[in-house]
């Protein structure tokens, strides 16, 4: 079965520091994995998509890797602001699958 | 652009009345995309279509909800009769091409319909 694990569940961490943020999956043959930021009460925003041949990608302050041998992506934040207090979604598409497999999600709180 | 717009925000509904959702995804995008996510389940696919047509309606939990894309530009997702456990946040979102790819679309979410059914 296409799975997709984040970790961990929550995540709380005083403003200006950094963290980092762990997807797994199962998804094969795999096609693409994406990074999506949603605010409470709005809709995901995508931060990065990354390819099979792409293993790190930058937007800002949040940086994602991919190491698609081990299946396994990050995504870490740098300097950590108020702003950042959100929940954090992997995504993964399968070659030749028609749909997105999503994870439940990173809650972050950034407190000042 | 102003992005993918969805309405109504919040509908508060009771049990067996039927309830209507729009989109109106991003001018030239020909993937439009019904999400349903909930804390249980998270964000699940409901039904996407390409160029107005259906493609993939699997996800769509049972006869009870149907949608539509008349053209291009609006999109309806309807539950007729609603009960409560479709108690949900409904997205639309549209892409440009496919997100399976290549090449790799990027998905756009509107800010979603929150639907309470009592």
């Known amino acids: 079965k296409n799975q997709v694990e984040q970790s961990p569940q929550s995540l709380i961490i005083l403003e200006g520091k950094n963290c980092t943020l762990q997807?797994?999956?199962?998804?094969?043959?795999?096609?693409?994995l994406r990074w999506y930021k949603q605010d409470t009460g709005r809709g995901p925003v995508s931060l990065t998509i990354m390819t099979f041949s792409e293993n790190t990608k930058s937007n800002g302050r949040y940086t994602a890797t991919l190491d698609a041998d081990t299946k396994q992506s990050s995504l870490h934040i740098t300097a950590s602001q108020l702003s950042d207090s959100a929940s954090y979604i992997c995504v993964v598409s399968g070659a030749g699958r028609r749909a997105l497999t999503f994870g439940s999600g990173t809650r972050l709180q950034v407190q000042p | 652009d102003a992005g993918v717009i969805q309405s109504p925000r919040h509908e508060v509904t009771e049990m067996g009345q039927e309830v209507t959702l729009r989109c109106k995804p991003i001018s030239g995008h020909d993937y439009l995309f019904w999400y349903r996510q909930t804390m249980m389940r998270g964000l699940e696919l409901l039904i996407y279509f390409n160029n107005n047509v259906p493609i993939d309606d699997s996800g769509m939990p049972e006869d009870r909800f149907s949608a539509k894309m008349p053209n291009a530009s609006f999109s309806t997702l309807k539950i007729q009769p609603s009960e409560p456990r479709d108690s949900a946040v409904y997205f639309c979102?549209?892409?440009?091409?496919?997100?399976?790819?290549?090449?790799?679309?990027?998905?756009?979410f509107g800010e979603g319909s929150r639907l309470t059914v009592l």
């Open positions: 979102a549209s892409s440009l091409t496919g997100v399976t790819g290549p090449p790799t679309g990027e998905l756009f």
């Open positions: 997807c797994n999956y199962t998804v094969s043959p795999f096609s693409n």
